[in-house]
Nanobody, 127 residues
């Protein structure tokens, strides 16, 4: 099993920045990739980006490309989501997810490619 805990959410003004953290525990050696998703009120869950646990491969949704950056610290079993130039439409619950090898992995851009999820952290961007 893999456990994920997000932190770092809060209230920020438009144009500001925020960094989210996702700490993994359990059988972290089995993790292949970590992804970030968000879900705004009345909207479907949206893929933001993902990073391989090993190597340098990253992949982002067009909606956040250039503003959001994913990084990792394997020594701390933690992945980060740096969010810059935030907009009110970025307001949502942000969740991290891990592929632990028990689901089919293709690009990492679909929820069904991940078998472990965190509880989510609220991000609110004011105008």
């Amino acid at each position: 099993q893999v456990q994920l805990v997000e932190s770092g959410g809060g209230l920020v003004q438009a144009g500001g920045s925020l960094r989210l953290s996702c700490a993994a525990s359990g059988r972290t050696a089995s993790i292949y990739a970590m992804g970030w998703f968000r879900q705004a009120p009345g909207k479907e869950r949206e893929f933001l980006g993902r990073v391989r646990w090993s190597g340098t491969s990253t992949y982002y949704s067009d909606s956040v490309k250039g503003r959001f950056t994913i990084s990792r610290d394997n020594a701390k079993n933690t992945v980060y989501l740096q969010m810059d130039s935030l907009k009110p439409e970025d307001t949502a619950v942000y969740s991290c997810a891990a592929n632990g090898g028990s689901t089919y992995y293709y690009t990492g851009g679909n929820p069904w490619e991940y078998d472990y999820w965190g509880q989510g952290t609220q991000v609110t961007v004011s105008s």
